[in-house]
């Protein structure tokens, strides 16, 4: 399917940098030989946007001393991204081509001089002569700020993916394609941004994008108690320090993550009742917020599905003489938009 050699996966996200780097030895055995990570002062990253591109390139410097292999996949945040399944009446690739952008102006919201583009064929259906066509437009303005920023770090930007589509790599890599008639939906819970997946049949057939994430837990610590933000994130994440955390805490994180846990259950919903496909099976959580068992608990309940956090480990071993496992594993839940990356190849074969 693929070859040449993989890429560095860097995910650059608003709360801190991930970096993977993946060594294939014979018979396809999959080696971490690299894991980076690198905190982000908050505010660097807003909405999407880097504010603070120095902090970024400082991050990135430290993760790459002294690296030789600077070609790099990256992540572009989905605030500037819009996915889209739309259908189509059965065409080739090339009459595909011609006709994408007036087929795109109709579905995407920007200005297409300002978007990069892409597209994929998913299914073809010939008794109805229609096809499914993922569209995928990302805002050009953050893409070059994004590219600038690797370039600027003497990174050489090689790939650009999105985290849905990344962690879907992760996944499939590590627990193989759902089988036929089944459907799963994988749900990526960062700082700042929520994705949703949804694979049916062996492909894409629902995202969303959800704004909230683990900064909203930290937040209403920080504002019930009336901390900073370093002293509420310590807390979310288990304490002190010293074990202690207040008695109030449990409660405020039950409180989000109830709301968020409602906000996913929505969405499965609405797949449901307007996909015609069968029920979501399984859900699969990743991102730093997936650490949170309140969280996984409660899309259980809300959503009456079994729900699971995606163990990297099924992906990659660790190499330790290079990869410290204790570190790795704290970060685990973490790694798998970089991971995604990271099995992306600098001379890959597209369609
Ligand atoms: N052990 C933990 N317990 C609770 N929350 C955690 C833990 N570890 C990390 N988090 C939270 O996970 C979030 C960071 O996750 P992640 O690294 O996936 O986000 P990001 O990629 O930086 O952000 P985004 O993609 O949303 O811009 C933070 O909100 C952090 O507080
Ligand atoms: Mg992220």
Redesign the pocket.
């Known amino acids: 399917m693929s070859e040449g050699k993989n890429l560095v996966g860097v995910?650059i996200?608003?709360?801190?940098i991930?970096l993977c780097e993946i060594k294939e030895g014979r018979g396809g055995k999959r080696t971490l030989s690299r894991f980076g990570y690198h905190p982000l002062p908050s505010q660097t990253?807003v909405d999407g946007h880097v504010i603070n591109s120095g902090a970024v390139v400082e991050g990135l410097d430290k993760l790459f001393h002294k690296q030789k292999n600077r070609d790099v996949a990256l992540r572009v945040?989905g605030h500037s991204v819009i996915i889209k399944k739309i259908t189509m009446p059965l065409m080739t690739p090339a009459e595909l081509r011609e006709q994408i952008n007036w087929e795109a102006e109709q579905h995407i919201p920007f200005d297409l001089a300002e978007v990069e583009m892409d597209w994929q064929i998913l299914q073809q259906r010939q008794e109805q002569r229609q096809m499914d066509v993922l569209l995928v437009a990302a805002k050009k303005e953050e893409v070059n700020d994004l590219t600038n920023l690797a370039v600027e770090a003497k990174l050489k930007p090689k790939v650009i993916d999105l985290d849905a589509f990344t962690v879907q790599n992760t996944f499939e890599m590590g627990y193989g394609l759902p089988a036929m008639g089944t459907t799963v939906a994988l749900l990526h819970v960062?700082?700042?941004?929520t994705t949703l997946n949804i694979l049916s049949q062996g492909t894409t057939a629902f995202t969303r994008d959800i704004a909230n994430?683990?900064?909203t837990i930290?937040e209403e610590i920080q504002r019930n108690l009336g901390i900073s933000a370093e002293e509420a994130?310590a807390y979310?994440?288990?304490g002190d320090g010293r074990g202690l955390v207040p008695r109030e805490v449990p409660d405020i994180v039950q409180q989000v993550v109830e709301q968020l846990a409602g906000e996913i259950q929505r969405s499965l919903d609405f797949y449901l009742a307007t996909s015609g496909e069968g029920e979501v099976s399984k859900v699969y959580v990743s991102?730093?917020?997936a650490?949170?068992r309140a969280l996984i608990d409660a899309i259980e309940k809300r959503a009456r599905v079994q729900a699971e956090v995606i163990d990297p480990l099924r992906v990659v071993s660790i190499d330790p003489k290079t990869v410290d496992p204790a570190i790795f594993q704290a970060r685990a839940a973490?790694s798998p938009v970089a991971l995604g990356l990271a099995l992306r190849k600098d001379r890959e074969k597209t369609q």
């Open positions: 995910d996200g608003s709360s801190s991930k990253i945040s960062g700082a700042s941004l994430g683990g900064n930290t994130e979310k994440c288990g991102g730093g917020t650490n949170i973490q």
